[in-house]
């Protein structure tokens, strides 16, 4: 919800495609500073400790947006907008710790045999949420104030946290970061991924992709000024490629990809970019909507794959190093493809800049084609 709720109240605040575009990097650059130490604190850390103390921390944050966002404080535009980025940074810094905390606890929960299919199911449920999120969220920001939403936020978050605090045990720790220094653990998570080229090979397609095909930060001023439509149809585009990316993985766990695996990647990746130039290019709602929808159809494959390469590949005392490393090709690139967007929108205007960016997602598959092997005859 809080993408949602965020990016339609700063575009309404300031009209500025740069300020959505800044966003992203305001999470973005405490999420990559920090993303190598806290893998290694995941590692050495019980987990479930660890995430319940990061829900409280953005729980914290969220009750700093309603504050923010009300009405109660006469202050400026300007300071409402730094205010904003400021909590936005903050989110960076949780998620730098629990992304990987939740990647690498999972894998604690359920024998190693229902390992892949647990990653599926674990992948619909946070898909639900993003397909939820962003269509409630739209709708209410329609009839209630920004702020009476985010104490809708804080509740799902009180929740979230009481679910996890009472319903699972604390689990061991398999990794004493004391035998060795923090550079030293650090090294082990980054030489891990670069010598497992299928893994490093779809990291960095996936990265690039998104770097330039993702549109989300600027879906407000395709909503607002292209499409004319109001924050309850932009909330629906928010969610359209989530929805294709739950049906996706949904069918893909009842029938899984067998065989070529890592060719159908680099398609799935070409497919995306093909959905993204269709997008830009559309006058029509419901055009668009499909278009983010089948976005999400191929991005659901790609999710699937990379999934899978992880939770086979990566040993148990090395997951929480190893997602800390997969945050940055991937997680941070989502922050990273939001800022490209407003600095590509502000200066080649919208739809010549996703447009763009669907291109050089199609460049990119190629040069994956016929530049890493490993990834293009990837098997499992």
């Known amino acids: ?32 500073l ?37 009405e109660l404080f006469n202050i400026t535009e300007e300071f409402r907008t730094v205010i904003i980025f400021i909590l936005v940074g903050l989110t960076g810094v ?46 209410l920001i329609g009839y209630f104030s920004m702020s009476f939403v985010f ?9 979230s946290i009481f679910f996890i605090g009472y319903f699972i045990l604390p689990k061991p720790v398999t990794y004493d970061k004391s035998k060795v220094r923090t ?38 001023v395709f909503a607002k000024d292209i499409l004319a439509v109001g924050p309850q149809s932009f909330g629906l585009l928010m969610s359209a490629t989530y ?37 830009a290019l ?19 494959v790609s999710v699937i794959i990379r999934g899978t390469i992880f939770q086979i590949l990566v040993p148990d005392q090395l997951r929480g190093r190893v997602s800390s490393v997969s945050s940055i090709f991937i997680n941070s690139t989502n922050e990273l493809g939001q800022f490209e967007s407003g600095v590509a929108a502000a200066a080649m205007g919208t739809v010549p800049s996703v447009v763009f960016g669907g291109c050089m997602t199609l460049l990119v598959s190629s040069i994956a084609y016929f530049k890493i092997p490993a990834l293009k005859n990837l098997k499992y």
């Open 282 to 300: 559309s006058e029509s709602f419901i055009l668009s909507l499909v278009a983010l929808f089948v976005s999400g159809l191929f991005d659901g």
């Open 243 to 279: 929805a294709g990316n739950f049906l996706a993985i949904l069918f893909l766990t009842k029938f899984p990809l067998k065989g070529s695996q890592g060719f159908k990647l680099i398609y799935s990746i070409a497919g995306f970019g093909v959905c993204m130039i269709v997008f």
């Open 151 to 159: 104490v809708i936020v804080v509740i799902l978050l009180v929740l």
């Open 94 to 139: 949780i998620r730098a710790y629990i992304s990987p905390a939740f990647s690498a606890f999972l894998a604690q929960l359920v024998t190693k045999e229902e390992l892949v299919h647990a990653a599926s199911v674990n992948s619909m449920t946070w898909l639900i949420g993003a397909i939820v999120g962003p269509t409630f969220g739209g709708f």
């Open 183 to 220: 550079w030293e653990s650090v090294r082990e998570g980054l030489d891990f991924v670069w010598n497992q080229k299928a893994l490093f090979g779809a990291m960095s397609l996936d990265m690039l992709a998104v770097l330039f095909g993702g549109a989300v930060a600027i879906l407000p």
């Open 34 to 70: 920090l993303a190598l130490p806290a893998g290694v604190k995941v590692d050495s850390s019980d987990k479930k400790s660890l995430i319940i103390k990061s829900l409280i921390f953005y729980t914290i944050v969220i009750t700093g947006l309603i504050i923010t966002t009300s």
């Open 1 to 32: 919800m809080v993408p949602v709720l965020l990016g339609w109240y700063l575009y309404n605040l300031t009209e500025s495609k740069l300020v959505l575009g800044l966003v992203g990097l305001s999470e973005v650059i405490p999420a990559i």
